[in-house]
């Protein structure tokens, strides 16, 4: 597996640094250039598989696809929410927020006519 060959190799360098060799410090620039080029690799190739539908139905890295599917979910959740100066961290507070915020907003003449312009 390439990934693990040049992890391996990538220790190696390490340990060649610590030893004081000569060009270890190089060759590390040079072997953490390909295991960052073969992992962009490998997530471009897994992020296509992880945001199929089929996956649902099972497959044999299921848990991975899974847990990638729990971290994006994470990442879009809003977990609080400043407003008039007070800071909102219940999901039910942050909802009521938002709702009076956009009611205020879309309640206004201008936008009632932004909302019906073009309607006949």
């Known amino acids: 597996d390439n990934m693990t060959t040049l992890q391996s190799r990538l220790e190696e360098c390490r340990e060649h640094m610590e030893q004081g060799v000569e060009g270890a410090i190089d060759e590390e620039h040079r072997v953490r250039k390909q295991l960052s080029r073969a992992l962009l690799m490998e997530e471009v190739m897994w ?6 539908h ?23 959740k809003i977990r609080s929410i400043e407003y ?6 219940q999901s039910r507070q942050i ?4 709702t009076a915020y956009f009611r205020r907003v879309l309640d ?6 932004m909302l019906f312009e073009g309607v006949d």
């Open 47 to 52: 992020k296509p598989r992880s945001c199929t």
């Open 108 to 113: 206004t003449d201008e936008a009632q006519g």
């Open 84 to 89: 008039d100066g007070t800071e909102y961290v």
């Open 95 to 98: 909802l009521e927020v938002c």
């Open 54 to 76: 089929w996956l649902a139905e099972g497959d044999k890295n299921t848990s991975f696809f899974h847990d990638m599917a729990k971290s994006r979910q994470a990442k879009r």
